[in-house]
């Protein structure tokens, strides 16, 4: 059994690297076809300015920078996002009340709120972190509420027959209910702080003439504006992609162990 298991996921992997390799050699074929000297990022180029960055550590420092961000934002984000979910979801009157003013907010992009934050903060960190929390507080909220609207009403009233505390009701019938949803709302937040994150960075890196507080977004921005190293932008862009699948999959090993019923 554990073979075939090992057999599953070496089939699963060859398949997901498939299309990647094949697109990284059409890539270097395209540009070996290029003049010498062209600027043109080349898979052999990238790869040596990758192992540059490394080697500088300049890479791995702006990276976690980005990622400090995202967890503190993401962080605010959640604990506001699910207080206010359970309220919400749990009372009839405050989510009627609340959800005209959810619902007006909601279909406003973080980036469109990027100038009032710098007017507001400035272009450092705390403008970055008010991008983060902005983005990922919504779907932290949409699913928590949609989570504590699907818990078994008779579970409930079951336990407010017996006598039950509100509080007990809350945290020990309505929440591990609202869990999955909950979970899932996370996930989809932590993706959408990410991609935040690497946005705001870019903009503040352009207001603030490159300099700033770093991040894997203005050090992006300094490559395009100041130092035109389109390989190292490709550096930039490919570990974006990896931490952003290294994120994803890790929530969905958190949601596998505290709810493993799921499919």
């Given at each position: 059994?554990?073979?075939?298991?090992?057999?599953?996921?070496t089939?699963?992997?060859?398949?997901?690297?498939?299309?990647?390799?094949?697109?990284?050699?059409?890539?270097h074929?395209?540009?070996?076809?290029?003049?010498?000297?062209?600027?043109?990022?080349?898979?052999?180029?990238?790869?040596?300015?990758?192992?540059?960055?490394l080697?500088?550590?300049?890479?791995?420092?702006?990276?976690?920078?980005?990622?400090?961000?995202?967890?503190?934002?993401?962080?605010?984000?959640?604990?506001?996002?699910?207080?206010?979910?359970?309220?919400?979801?749990?009372?009839?009157?405050?989510?009627?009340?609340?959800?005209?003013?959810?619902?007006?907010?909601?279909?406003?992009?973080?980036?469109?709120?990027?100038?009032?934050?710098?007017?507001?903060?400035?272009t450092?960190?705390?403008?970055?972190?008010?991008?983060?929390?902005?983005?990922?507080?919504?779907?932290?909220?949409?699913?928590?509420?949609?989570?504590?609207?699907?818990?078994?009403?008779?579970?409930?009233?079951?336990?407010?027959?017996?006598?039950?505390?509100?509080?007990?009701?809350?945290?020990?019938?309505?929440?591990?209910?609202?869990?999955?949803?909950?979970?899932?709302?996370?996930?989809?937040?932590?993706?959408?702080?990410?991609?935040?994150?690497?946005?705001?960075?870019?903009?503040?890196?352009?207001?603030?003439?490159?300099?700033?507080?770093?991040?894997?977004?203005?050090?992006?921005f300094?490559?395009?504006?100041?130092?035109?190293?389109?390989?190292?932008?490709?550096?930039?862009?490919?570990?974006?992609?990896?931490?952003?699948?290294?994120?994803?999959?890790?929530?969905?090993?958190?949601?596998?162990?505290?709810?493993?019923?799921?499919?």
């Amino acid at each position: 059994m554990k073979n075939m298991t090992f057999d599953n996921r070496t089939s699963v992997l060859v398949r997901n690297l498939t299309l990647p390799v094949l697109l990284i050699v059409v890539w270097h074929i395209w540009a070996s076809t290029l003049p010498a000297g062209s600027p043109a990022p080349a898979p052999l180029k990238v790869l040596q300015t990758l192992g540059d960055m490394l080697g500088a550590g300049s890479l791995l420092s702006a990276t976690l920078q980005s990622l400090g961000r995202v967890v503190l934002g993401f962080a605010v984000a959640s604990v506001l996002g699910i207080a206010l979910g359970l309220l919400m979801g749990s009372s009839p009157a405050v989510r009627e009340n609340l959800d005209p003013i959810i619902e007006s907010f909601r279909p406003i992009a973080p980036m469109a709120i990027l100038p009032i934050a710098i007017l507001w903060l400035g272009t450092g960190t705390p403008t970055a972190l008010a991008i983060v929390a902005y983005a990922s507080f919504f779907p932290v909220l949409i699913n928590t509420v949609h989570g504590v609207s699907r818990v078994d009403r008779k579970l409930v009233l079951a336990a407010h027959t017996m006598g039950i505390s509100r509080w007990t009701i809350l945290t020990r019938v309505v929440l591990p209910g609202a869990l999955p949803s909950i979970l899932l709302g996370t996930r989809l937040a932590m993706g959408v702080a990410w991609t935040a994150i690497i946005a705001a960075e870019l903009a503040v890196g352009a207001k603030s003439g490159g300099g700033g507080s770093g991040g894997i977004g203005q050090m992006m921005f300094v490559f395009y504006a100041y130092n035109i190293d389109l390989n190292a932008i490709v550096v930039c862009m490919a570990v974006v992609g990896v931490v952003a699948l290294l994120i994803d999959q890790l929530f969905r090993l958190v949601e596998k162990r505290l709810i493993p019923w799921r499919p």
